[in-house]
């Protein structure tokens, strides 16, 4: 028989069935979180003792019934998953205050339409002052995190346009100056600036448009590996890089714009120059 | 001066080997003035290029002041080429961020000679060229003429005894070309040792030995009367 | 040959304004951003260090592992306290009891959150305005933060009444406070309602009056007995059934749990942002190398050394990039204000916490990345140079 070491009373998840336990060995169930499993080394069938005292104090034995996987929280995702689940009953006792008996702190309702739920919550907030009831799709403080979070990820993304775009417009200028004495020529044949504008801004776009598509290979290909090493990092389930349809699409939209402004600029320093200075006269 | 005793050059291309030397020995005495004349692909380029220790011979030895350049080490190799001897090519390749001035003095700061030395050599290196008031141009403002001499400058800043031109008057006109090998007359009078490798015959016609080559050899010979 | 090589480095650097000036801004942007990276790494754990330094406390009792600002109560906390405070290496104990209550606002009830202690002991906030009266009551004497005094418009001498959340009881218990001053509390979210009161107000507002009973312990060390590390000894040779922490646990918790997606995404960043850097720098020196092949052959062809011109290409890289990198400092420290205001209205984030700290190690890291960053963007480029057949190139050019 084991004494979990700590205490967990907030990480008790107790449930009502309406058939609890009736195992003939009279120890009443508990699923232990896999992450606790491990953690203890626990085994199905073995007993362990739960306090909410730090002393041992007024234990209570379950038998550990099975193991399950938390459902992956992103707002705890770097919090070990040290969690049980009892049958609401034999939650007696192990409330972290409060009198004796079975506190509930939460209740999950499931509607007959699912519609209804912000009226719900505000008819059951209404009738039970100091209750706090909430549509479970109603914005809260993790949608504001994310938010936040996609706020900052953007403002990078600026900066890393900004820095790669004074790169590509470097890169840009020196390539189409070493093929200045080519635009010279052409012009004396009688190409139209207009005419080598639109060429150069065909190539940017090109060279743009590939680096992008590229960059999104790229970022698509190691996105597995970006998810691998975080969820072995944190031990959860949750995906942390995922490359959408809408990402590619913004990407995209990002970068050939900068690659046609570094080849519009790169054409003009080119072209502003007299012809004939270009071929050397 | 420099003696190149039956060297060979053999390329390696995907398409098979070009022999681009087949057997060549030349000597070249201190203030000679030899021309190196021949068709397009004789192998002129390839044979100034081994004199100068730019390239090593497949086969045989180039002997500079009595040592063989073809063994020496890379390090030891451009030292030679610094303080030994001075290169002209067709292209100039001037530093084109470099002044005039900047450009001369390069080989004389890589040598290690102090600032008022270096000032005071540059100074009448590009005056003996004359260009002592072009010293802050860079090589776009200067014409072809000028820029080869600028080159010219920079090939003898460290006096070497023996200077090597690849086709110096190559990319430049009539007039301008008759220029460059005034002074190259000048140079050698002045006691340094000229190989040059030309097509135009009337600057062939300027050096005391003008050596004749077609296919990788050395075919002809004949000195100036 | 070094002092050469960064002389024609340099005059090459200067002549080439347009590249130069696009080739050090692109490295300025990206080197700001490498440099925020860097102080996001320690940024949060520095002011948070800095936060609970600034309690006046270094060392803290709790009952459970699993939570380290409140977890389950500590019983008979009477006695544990008296236990502790005999403890030559103990200067002073402060007990918190943590609870809830709503205060009726101007259009609604707020959620207010409220902390009780010992008044005659250290107390973990700083005094604004007021006084926190060691007796008193009824009415109990009330601290507010700020943001209470501006939401139910009180000031000293304001009286109110908070409507006890925290108990089992169905219906809420009233308190009738008043306010006895204003103080700014540690750790305290922007949009945050915090007060505190006596032990025994809270404990009554959570209608337990007579319970012995504490969510933490707070101590603060004698720095002369041994600091906070002999405390924390004492504290657990003392109390062997509780959880003691000192400030560095703390912090190295929450570093490793709390903030350790900041410190994850700022290593990852950085190393995104590093290899980027180095492959711009590295594209921009091999095209600008590949474009003068010519000049490099002629160089050579001159007598310069292989050593010597592959010592230019790597001043090239080095002056590029300590130009940038040197200029990325200012430029990443304005940036860092601008992210920093965006993360911090992440919420439950204290106020005055702050994502970006400077610091020398920073700083340091910064400077060495950048050199590391010049070399191995410079390690292709000098390769072409190294390899750059003299002969075959000169040949090239004049027939190109």
């Given at each position: 028989m084991r004494r979990l070491s700590f205490v967990i009373p907030a990480l008790v998840t107790a449930w009502s069935t309406l058939g609890s336990s009736s195992s003939p060995a009279l120890l009443p169930d508990a699923l232990v979180s896999r992450q606790l499993f491990e953690r203890e080394h626990l085994s199905v069938g073995e007993t362990v003792e739960l306090s909410r005292s730090a002393s041992g104090g007024a234990a209570k034995h379950f038998r550990i019934a099975g193991v399950y996987e938390p459902t992956p929280d992103p707002m705890r995702f770097a919090q070990e998953r040290l969690e049980l689940r009892v049958h609401l009953p034999d939650a007696e006792g192990l409330a972290a205050s409060g009198p004796p008996g079975v506190p509930v702190t939460g209740i999950n309702v499931q509607l007959r339409?699912?519609?209804?739920a912000a009226g719900f919550a505000s008819d059951v907030e209404r009738r039970l002052p100091g209750v706090t009831a909430r549509s479970t799709s109603a914005s809260d403080d993790r949608v504001a995190t994310f938010t936040v979070l996609d706020r900052f990820h953007l403002a990078i993304a600026i900066v890393t346009l900004l820095g790669s775009g004074a790169f590509l417009l470097a890169l840009m200028v020196m390539l189409v100056d070493e093929r200045r004495e080519t635009v010279a020529t052409l012009r004396l044949i009688g190409l139209t600036r207009a005419r080598l504008v639109t060429q150069i801004l065909i190539e940017g776009a090109l060279i743009a448009g590939a680096g992008a598509a590229f960059g999104i290979v790229f970022a698509a290909a190691a996105e597995p590996a970006f998810n691998r090493f975080f969820q072995w990092r944190y031990d959860t389930a949750l995906v942390f890089v995922r490359v959408t349809p809408a990402i590619a699409i913004r990407s995209v939209a990002f970068a050939v714009p900068v690659g046609l402004a570094a080849s519009a600029v790169a054409g003009w320093t080119v072209l502003r120059r007299r012809t004939l200075l270009q071929v050397g006269r | 001066m420099v003696a190149a005793r039956d060297i060979s050059r053999v390329f390696e291309m995907p398409a098979g080997p070009v022999h681009?030397?087949?057997r060549v020995s030349l000597a070249v005495d201190a203030a000679e003035y030899v021309s190196v004349v021949g068709p397009s692909g004789c192998g002129k380029s390839t044979l100034l290029h081994l004199l100068g220790g730019i390239d090593v011979p497949t086969t045989g030895s180039v002997m500079v002041d009595g040592v063989d350049v073809g063994s020496l080490p890379d390090n030891a190799r451009s030292a030679v080429r610094l303080k030994r001897i001075g290169l002209v090519f067709q292209r100039f390749f001037l530093l084109p961020m470099l002044t005039a001035w900047e450009n001369v003095e390069l080989p004389l700061a890589e040598s290690g000679v102090g600032r008022a030395e270096r000032r005071r050599r540059t100074k009448d290196l590009l005056e003996y060229v004359g260009l002592a008031e072009r010293a802050d141009h860079r090589p776009a403002q200067l014409s072809g003429g000028e820029m080869q001499r600028v080159a010219i400058a920079r090939a003898l800043a460290n006096r070497p005894a023996l200077l090597l031109a690849d086709e110096p008057t190559g990319e430049l006109d009539q007039a301008t070309g008759a220029q460059i090998v005034a002074l190259f007359d000048r140079l050698n009078a002045d006691g340094t040792a000229l190989v040059v490798v030309t097509h135009d015959a009337a600057v062939a016609s300027r050096a005391g030995r003008t050596i004749q080559m077609r296919d990788g050899s050395i075919v002809g010979e004949s000195h100036r009367s | 040959m070094i002092r050469r090589a960064i002389a024609l480095a340099w005059l090459r650097v200067r002549r080439e304004k347009g590249r130069t000036i696009l080739g050090v801004a692109g490295i300025t942007a990206i080197g700001a951003l490498l440099f925020d990276m860097l102080l996001l790494g320690n940024g949060l754990l520095v002011s948070f260090r800095e936060r609970l330094d600034r309690s006046g406390f270094d060392v803290r009792v709790i009952?459970?592992?699993?939570?380290?600002?409140?977890g389950p109560p500590i019983e008979r906390v009477t006695a544990k306290t008296a236990i502790l405070r005999r403890?030559?290496?103990?200067a002073a104990v402060q007990r918190v009891r943590l609870g809830s209550a709503d205060v009726e606002g101007v259009q609604a009830a707020h959620h207010v959150t409220v902390a009780g202690v010992d008044p005659d002991a250290l107390v973990p906030w700083s005094m604004i305005d007021g006084t926190f009266p060691s007796v008193g009551g009824p009415p109990a004497a009330i601290v507010i933060n700020r943001n209470m005094s501006r939401v139910f418009h009180l000031m000293v001498g304001s009286r109110l009444v908070l409507e006890g959340r925290?108990?089992?009881?169905?219906h809420p218990l009233p308190l009738q406070a008043q306010v006895s001053g204003i103080a700014a509390f540690q750790n305290d979210a922007t949009d945050a309602l915090t007060a505190a009161s006596s032990y025994a107000a809270v404990a009554a507002l959570c209608g337990e009056s007579d319970s012995d009973r504490a969510d933490m312990l707070l101590i603060r060390s004698n720095a002369a007995a041994g600091g906070a590390d002999a405390a924390a000894a004492a504290a657990r040779a003392a109390l062997p059934d509780l959880h003691v922490l000192t400030n560095e646990q703390i912090v190295e918790r929450f570093s490793r749990i709390e903030f350790s997606y900041f410190r994850q995404l700022s290593s990852v960043l950085t190393a995104v942002t590093l290899f980027f850097g180095l492959l711009l720098v590295a594209v921009l020196l091999t095209v600008s190398v590949n474009q003068q092949l010519g000049e490099m052959a002629a160089l050579r062809a001159l007598g310069l050394s292989r050593g010597r011109v592959m010592a230019g290409v790597l001043c090239e890289s080095a002056l590029l990039i300590g130009i940038g990198g040197t200029a990325a400092i200012p430029i990443g420290g304005m940036l860092s204000i601008w992210l920093d205001h965006i993360l911090r209205s992440l919420p439950g984030i204290p106020a005055d916490a702050r994502f970006f700290v400077f610091t020398a190690r920073a700083l340091a890291i910064h400077a060495a990345l950048l050199v590391a960053g010049a070399v191995l963007a410079a390690l292709y480029p000098m390769r072409l140079v190294a390899v750059l057949p003299i002969a075959e190139t000169l040949r090239r050019e004049v027939v190109s």
């Open positions: 339409d699912a519609a209804d | 681009a030397l087949r | 009952a459970s592992e699993s939570a380290v600002i409140a403890a030559p290496s103990i925290c108990g089992a009881a169905l």
